[in-house]
C-alpha cells in the first residue's frame, strides 16, 4: 500500500494539465516577449491565462504578477517593508512569511506576533488589540497549512478599521485555499494575495501574487523588464497556462471535491478511531475539510511518521520544508497546545482523488502503529 | 511559411525532454522536501539532476543552485554588490545584468564600463585597464546573445591577475554558451555562472546559477531555506530533470548540432548575398556559429522585422525582453557601429534542428525584402 496524506504538501500535477501544458512548451514555444507573429501567440496564450486565472479569484488580469510559486510570492509581497515599519503578524504562518519577518525584524523592522489563536483561529478582538498604533503591514494566511483554519478575513479587517479608522495594508497567503475554498481578491479587500499552483493540482515552478491596482511593491529582482517590471524573466508560457487550467478545473470542480474530501474524513476518522485518546486541534467546523492536526497523546511523531512511512502512508508533522527539523511548529504553542503534547502532533491532508477504501484502511493502519508505539500498558 | 530564425530568444522544449519530465510532474510528483518515501524518491530525482548537471558543467552538485532562469540567477549573483564597490562590467551584457548593474549604482557601487569591443570581443588589455583599483566584482557574458562573440576567459582572467595580482571575483552568464560549446566551470575560475534550460532546448522557468564553494551570497529571497537556504521554494522536481535531460542532450549532440549550424549559417548567407552592402556585426571566426548579427545599410530593421513577420520569418533586433523598445541595444555602441547603422541591425539565430531547405529559402526571403525596403535607387 502506499499512499499520500500530504496533501498540503503538493499535489500532483493533474494529466489533463500536463496535456494542456504540452502545445505551450513543445509546438508554439516562442518568447512571449518576442514581437514576431509566434512571439505574439505565446503572448496571447500568457495573457489570456492571467485573465482565466483573474476572474477565478475576482482580480483584474493587471493584477496577477506571475512568480515561481508562493515563496517567491509573499517574499514580493513583504519586500516592501521598510526599517521602523510596524507589521502586525501571527506565528501561524508557513515559513515564507516567518522568515521574511525574521529578516524585517533583523532590518529595523518591528513585528507583533499574535499570542493565541485557539484552534488556529485568529479572534478579531485580539488582532485588533495586536498593535498600540496602526501597523504599515497586516499579514495573515487565509487557511492555515497545519491546522486547516480559515481566517474570517471580513471581521479581522473590521476589527482594525474600527481600532484606527482604517483597514491598512494587508498580504494575505491563500496557498492552501486557492482551488479549495471561494477566494475573491476584491471582495477580501486585501493589498496582495499570494499562491501556488502546486497546491491544486497544477505544476509546481509556478505561482502569483495579486497585487491591488494602486500597490506599488519594489521588485525582488530587475532584469529585462517583464511583467511590467514587477517580475523580470522570460514568461514560461506553459506553466501559466497550466496553473490557469488547474484553477479553472479546481473552481469548477469544488464542491464535488469538498464532498469527496468530507467522506475521506470521515471513512479516515473511523478508521483511527480505535487509537483515543487523540485530539483533534484545528478548527472542528468552517476550517478546510481535507486537513486534520491531530494529537496522539503519549506518542512521538517523528516515531509514528517512519513507521507510517514502512507501511506506505505519506504524512508529515507540518510544512514540508520544516520535515527536516526536530523543532515543533510555533504554531502549536499559539494553538494553546501544552509543550507535552507538541512532539505528538501529526498532519494528515487527504485529496479529492484519493480511493475511498484505501483512505479508510490508512486510517486503521494508523490506528495500529499508534495503540503499538504507546505499547501495552497506555 | 513559418520559420524560426530567433534561437537566442528562446528554444522549443524537446519532446523527449517532456516526456522525461512527465514522470515527476504527474506520477512521482511527491514535495522533495518531504521526508517519507515518496518525498525521498523525488529528493533523489532532484540530486541526480544536479549531479548531472553539474558533470556535465565542470562542478560540484553542491555548487549548483537552481533558480527559476538566469534572470534569477544573474540577480543572485550580483545581489551581493555593496555601496562603494567596484565593479567591471561591459555594456554587452544582457538586461537581466545591466539593470543590476544600474540598481547596484543607485545604491552607491561604482560600475566601470568598457568603452569598446570590436566584433564584441573584449580586449584583455582594455578589460585590465578598465579599474584603476582591484575591482570587487567583475561581470562578463560568455557567449554574446547579440554578437555571438565568445570571450576567452581565461585571457582577462590572466590580464586582470597581472594588473592587480590576482584574478578577484567573476561572474559569468553564460546562457547563451551552455549547451552550445563547452562550458567547465572550475577551469574557467570564476565565483558565479548562470544559464537557463530554454536556451538549450529544455523548459522554460529553470536555470541555475553555479556557486563556487567558499563564495558566499545573499539569498535573494527567504522562506523555507530550501538548498540549504540559499533558494527557497518547493523545487519543481520535474523540471531539474528537464534541464538535465537537456543539458545531456546539448552536450552529447554538441559537435552534431554546430555542424548542423554551420550548414544552415552558410546556405543562410548564400540565401541574402544578393542584398549587399551588408555587414556582420559579430566576430569573424570563434563565435557561436548560429548568430549573425548583421547591418543592412539604408534599411530600418523595424521596418524589415515587420515585413519579414509577414512571410514568417521570426528573427529580432537583439533581446527579446527589448523587443518593445524603439532603443538601439548600446551593445551596438560598444563594438564600433557608427550611429546612422544602428537602426539597421537585424539579429539571426539558428537552431540545429530547422530544415536547411527553409533556411536557404528564408534567406532569399530575407534578401528580397532588404531590396523592397531600400527602393529602387538604393
Chains 1, 2 share one sequence.
Not at 513507521?307 to 504524512?315: K, N, Q
Amino acid at each position: 500500500m502506499a499512499i499520500h496524506l500530504d496533501h498540503n504538501a503538493t499535489t500532483p500535477c493533474l494529466p489533463e494539465v500536463w496535456d494542456a501544458m504540452r502545445p505551450w512548451a513543445v509546438e508554439a514555444w516562442a518568447n512571449p516577449a518576442s514581437t514576431h507573429g509566434a512571439g505574439r501567440a505565446a503572448r496571447r496564450a500568457l495573457e489570456d491565462s492571467r485573465e482565466e486565472i483573474a476572474s477565478l479569484l475576482g482580480a483584474w488580469p493587471d493584477e496577477v504578477v506571475f512568480t515561481s510559486g508562493a515563496t517567491e510570492a509573499n517574499a514580493m509581497a513583504l519586500a516592501g517593508i521598510r526599517p521602523g515599519d510596524l507589521v502586525a503578524a501571527s506565528d501561524l504562518e508557513h515559513p515564507s512569511i516567518r522568515e521574511n519577518m525574521t529578516l524585517a525584524e533583523s532590518r529595523g523592522a518591528r513585528v507583533n506576533r499574535l499570542p493565541r489563536a485557539d484552534r488556529g483561529i485568529i479572534n478579531p478582538r485580539d488582532w485588533a488589540a495586536l498593535c498600540p498604533e496602526a501597523p504599515n503591514l497586516q499579514v495573515a494566511t487565509l487557511a492555515g497549512h497545519e491546522t486547516g483554519a480559515v481566517q474570517d478575513m471580513a471581521a479581522l479587517i473590521d476589527a482594525t478599521r474600527r481600532r484606527f479608522g482604517d483597514a491598512g495594508a494587508w498580504h494575505i497567503d491563500a496557498t492552501q485555499a486557492v482551488g479549495k475554498i471561494p477566494v475573491d481578491f476584491h471582495r477580501l479587500e486585501v493589498s496582495t494575495l499570494s499562491f501556488s499552483a502546486h497546491k491544486f493540482f497544477g505544476p509546481k515552478g509556478v505561482g502569483a501574487l495579486l497585487v491591488r491596482r494602486g500597490v506599488s511593491l519594489p521588485p525582488l529582482f530587475v532584469g529585462g523588464g517583464q511583467q511590467r517590471g514587477r517580475r523580470s524573466g522570460t514568461e514560461a508560457v506553459y506553466l501559466a497556462v497550466g496553473m490557469a487550467k488547474a484553477l479553472r478545473m479546481a473552481v469548477d470542480g469544488m464542491v464535488d471535491r469538498q464532498i469527496a474530501c468530507t467522506q475521506l474524513r470521515e471513512g479516515f476518522l473511523a478508521g483511527i478511531a480505535p487509537c483515543k485518546p487523540w485530539e483533534i486541534l484545528g478548527p472542528l467546523a468552517g476550517g478546510l475539510n481535507h486537513v486534520l492536526l491531530i494529537a496522539f497523546s503519549g506518542v512521538r511523531s517523528d516515531m509514528a511518521l517512519m513507521a507510517l512511512d514502512l507501511e506506505g502512508i505519506s504524512c508529515s508533522a507540518g510544512a514540508a520544508c520544516s520535515s527536516g527539523s526536530s523543532l515543533p511548529s510555533p504554531a502549536l504553542a499559539l494553538i494553546g497546545l501544552p509543550e507535552e503534547h507538541r512532539k505528538s502532533v501529526i498532519r494528515f491532508s487527504l485529496g479529492p482523488f484519493l480511493n475511498p477504501d484505501e483512505v479508510s484502511m490508512a486510517g486503521s493502519a494508523v490506528a495500529k502503529i499508534i495503540a503499538r508505539l504507546r505499547g501495552p500498558h497506555a
